[in-house]
């Protein structure tokens, strides 16, 4: 630790005299802003199945656009889509296209839109009602449509010689995808005639896969404009004052139980509900929040985060070892209880520290948990295949309208069909509580934190956004020394 | 959308201009002080609390059937202050009573009410639990939160702001005199007419344009004996206020900054590519964002905002820079006023464009930049600065709102502590 401290000493001196020499309001054009990403991305396509599908939006963004976006201070406005109304029972919305432009030249019709779309989400029905308008009808209300459309899976894309198997994805984005190197690196050129006007940096480069440390180490990390750090790297990097923007907790870390309690799945039996809830209820957050997430995350009760609904402190979180034996002493006198097998992110250390944690307090209420590695935890094709009984995940939070927020959650987990009608036709807070209840009540999902993001910030990039949820938004952005 | 009180505004700025024009009289200038309203006073937006309060009770009550007797309960985990916590809680128990429900012990009550005072990022959340024998009911209230005051802290030469107009729009620029209000916009000029103080929407004409604009679209708008010249990058527009008018094409015409200085605007960025026209024409210097010039006894100075993020100060002679200055904001401009050397530059902060912003006047001693006022906070980055006025008394200035999203078009004027 303290030779990783004197490296950011040594380079942080050097980056503030860089820093101090400079200082303006006005973006400027130019440049090339590297950026150092934590995760390996396979595929840009926002309908991919990825082990890290946040890190995979985080590209997609810059090249595929929503026909909604909502900013920093969580306020909605139009993208692609220029206008939008939906009748009084908000099962059909319109929306009025902007022109825009694809990559490739072409314009957008609403054609493109209603396929894209059909696309993300098939049990809809979309059509063309003019070049400009295209019309979504849904089988129960939406009353947030419009925000629903700003989740990255509705990004609008055209997809060009699939029939040949290699599809080429084109979108109407700031920046065009320039090289691609599958998890290795991606760098994106800036779109010269985008509708909003060209962004400001030439480029965006992202080197994948790599730690700070690692540059650190190396001594490379000045020729960066950002790279992502975690939790554990935070009080190095402050300590040596170095430019770090953490968003609010926003990610949800969270033990979800594979098998439901009426098993189609061949294999492994379900956890019986009353283990499941006493493991809930030996669970020391408060301890994992302060020890392991060095207080940088907030113990977890809910699904959503307390900052985001003012409600999550309803939803009982606190450690109750006494009643946790109870429950599985009554669960014992009827079934026999096995070791929980509890899969994590190989690629994520703090996975491994926070299941590790869980597995020793689950032996305080008399319950075995062996946490192991997996490498593929996160996409939802790869879970229904792993020999685990639960496994613990880091969900993004993708939106900040709770409603929004709490359906692709739904969607991470596998409970989309049987939730979102409920959630999605909410008109009040409560409704949306009970729904979030609901989720909660049988104890497949067991809420342990709530986590922030932060990446780590050259002094010479300006007007990098990060949105509340962690998710980046790069077309401000400029970088120093450019013209 | 124009503030409360815009009409005494009106009214504030013309008699500034009058006294300018005739005295410059501290006196006056002190009673003007008075005058002008709070120009940093936020928006009061948000439902009032206690009325707020007595919202909640009615849905209360409305869910839980009136019980006739009822135990009222609080807590607080949200940063609602002990005065307004003392506030609102009386406010419920006044809504009870006025609803004829006694407020009993909770042994007594037919109903316990536990109110936790929470909040999300954006406001208080309120949630009420009405137990009624086995039965919960769950009511959920969300209230915006006010904003808070801007700071203002005590001046030793002050910056006075008041706002113009504000919409959800960009503004680019705007005119403003006693009888017309013009707003410059990405996509047309809008005019306003003064009617019994209050700007009303007279006209608006379209501004064609064949490329996209680019990103940090910049514009600039002038106006002289009714004559509208209109300039955003790669076209010039002209026309008149009476009767409104507008003809627009692609030009590459260099656009007026400030007095006599005149500068080439890169029709596909945001920054002066450094060719300077007017007086000055077949001069250049390094580009820039803005620019100042004004006249100081036999002296000309001119000051300009680089794209490399230095200042550069020029003393009669444009061909080298007789000072440079870093940590400069990129929009600079002149004012005209009654104290210290008599011209100022008023100067934007080093700040990136997606947080708060502040206004600083800055004199040129010599070749020393010296601040002379404290910064004015703006709750956003400022668009955009231009020298206005007959007499260069004041600065127009546009800034989006962090909070609002919405753009604001305020004057700025520098007034002398006594």
Request: with cysteine.
């Amino acid at each position: 630790m303290k030779h990783l401290l004197l490296q950011l000493s040594a380079i942080s001196s050097v980056l503030l005299l860089v820093a101090g020499a400079y200082g303006s309001a006005r973006p400027r054009y130019g440049g090339t802003v590297r950026v150092l990403l934590h995760d390996k991305v396979m595929s840009i396509d926002p309908l991919s199945e990825e082990d890290h599908p946040a890190a995979r939006d985080r590209l997609a963004a810059l090249t595929f656009e929503t026909l909604t976006e909502i900013d920093a201070q969580g306020r909605l406005h139009p993208n692609l889509a220029a206008s939008w109304h939906a009748d009084q029972s908000k099962r059909v919305w319109q929306f009025r296209l902007r022109l825009a432009n694809f990559h490739d030249g072409t314009v957008l019709t609403a054609a493109d839109v209603a396929a894209s779309l059909a696309r993300s989400n098939p049990a809809w029905k979309y059509s063309a009602a003019d070049r400009q308008t295209v019309t979504i009808e849904t089988p129960s209300p939406v009353q947030h449509m419009a925000e629903m459309l700003t989740l990255p899976k509705y990004a609008i894309v055209k997809r060009q010689g699939e029939a040949n198997g290699a599809a080429v994805l084109v979108g109407t984005g700031p920046y065009k995808l320039n090289q691609w190197q599958a998890g290795e690196r991606a760098q994106f050129a800036v779109n010269d005639d985008y509708w909003g006007g060209r962004a400001f940096a030439d480029a965006i480069e992202f080197q994948m896969g790599a730690s700070l440390r690692e540059q650190l180490v190396d001594r490379q990390l000045g020729q960066y404009g950002a790279a992502e750090v975690g939790i554990d790297q935070l009080r190095a990097l402050e300590q040596t004052n170095q430019n770090v923007a953490i968003s609010r907790p926003a990610d949800l870390l969270t033990v979800a139980f594979l098998q439901s309690d009426s098993p189609s799945r061949a294999g492994r039996k379900p956890v019986d509900s009353r283990v499941r809830e006493a493991l809930g209820l030996a669970i020391n957050r408060a301890a994992i929040s302060n020890a392991l997430l060095q207080r940088r995350g907030t113990p977890a009760s809910g699904l959503l985060p307390q900052w985001l609904t003012g409600y999550e402190f309803m939803f009982p979180g606190s450690t109750d070892l006494g009643r946790a034996r109870e429950l599985r002493s009554d669960a014992a006198a009827f079934v026999v209880i096995t070791p929980i097998m509890l899969a994590y992110d190989a690629a994520d250390p703090l996975s491994k520290l926070v299941a590790e944690r869980i597995a020793v307090d689950a032996r305080e209420a008399g319950i075995v948990v062996t946490p192991y590695a997996e490498a593929h935890v996160n996409s939802k094709v790869a879970r229904s295949q792993i020999n685990a009984d639960a496994v613990l995940l880091r969900l993004p939070l993708q939106s900040v309208e709770p409603s929004i927020a709490l359906t692709a959650l739904t969607d991470d987990l596998g409970f989309f069909s049987e939730s979102a009608p409920a959630i999605l036709g909410a008109t009040r807070p409560e409704d949306l509580f009970e729904a979030e209840r609901k989720l909660l009540e049988n104890h497949r999902i067991i809420p342990v934190a709530h986590l922030p993001q932060a990446v780590w910030l050259n002094g010479n990039v300006h007007n990098w956004q990060q949105l509340a949820t962690g998710a980046w938004q790069l077309d401000q952005l400029w970088v120093e020394g450019a013209r | 959308m124009p503030f409360d009180g815009f009409s005494s505004q009106i009214g504030a700025i013309a008699i500034y201009s009058y006294m300018l024009k005739t005295a410059l009289n501290l006196w006056f200038c002190a009673i003007l002080f008075l005058l002008l309203p709070a120009a940093s006073t936020a928006q009061q937006d948000a439902q009032p609390l206690p009325l707020a309060a007595t919202e909640f009770v009615h849905q209360i009550l409305s869910r839980s059937g009136s019980p006739s007797a009822v135990a009222v309960t609080f807590q607080n985990l949200s940063v609602l202050p002990p005065e307004s916590q003392e506030a609102v809680q009386n406010a419920v128990f006044n809504g009870f009573r006025n609803a004829n429900v006694r407020l009993v012990k909770a042994e007594q009550a037919l109903a316990e009410v536990q109110i936790t005072f929470s909040e999300d990022w954006q406001g208080y959340v309120w949630i009420a639990t009405v137990r009624q024998g086995s039965s919960n009911q769950l009511v959920i209230k969300k209230i915006a939160r006010q904003q808070r005051a801007v700071s203002s802290r005590a001046p030793t030469l002050t910056i006075r702001k008041i706002p113009v107009w504000q919409q959800d729009g960009q503004i680019l620029d705007f005119f403003q005199d006693n009888q017309n209000l013009l707003v410059l916009e990405p996509g047309q000029l809008s005019i306003y007419a003064n009617e019994s103080g209050q700007w009303r929407p007279r006209q608006t004409l379209g501004i064609p344009h064949q490329h996209p604009w680019p990103r940090d679209l910049r514009g600039r708008l002038e106006v002289r004996n009714g004559e509208i010249n209109a300039f955003l990058p790669g076209t010039r527009c002209s026309g008149k206020i009476s009767p409104p008018a507008l003809d627009c094409r692609a030009s590459d015409d260099p656009w007026p900054l400030d007095s006599g200085l005149v500068a080439f605007f890169s029709s596909r960025r945001n920054f002066f590519s450094g060719l300077l026209a007017g007086q000055s024409a077949g001069a250049s210097v390094a580009s820039f964002f803005s620019g100042a010039a004004w006249q100081n006894g036999d002296q000309r100075m001119w000051l300009f905002t680089g794209t490399d993020g230095r200042a550069r100060f020029f003393q009669n002679d444009l061909g080298s820079p007789a000072a440079t200055y870093d940590g400069w904001g990129s929009m600079v401009a002149t004012v005209h006023s009654n104290c210290g050397t008599g011209w100022q530059l008023l100067t934007s902060a080093p700040t990136d464009s997606i947080r708060p912003d502040s206004v600083q006047a800055v004199e040129i001693a010599g070749r020393e930049a010296l601040p002379v006022s404290v910064p004015v906070d703006l709750a956003g980055a400022v668009d955009a600065l231009w020298t206005a006025g007959n007499y260069n008394q004041v600065v127009n200035g546009v800034m989006q709102s962090q909070a609002t999203g919405r753009y604001e078009a305020f004057t700025l004027t520098v007034v002398c502590n006594q």
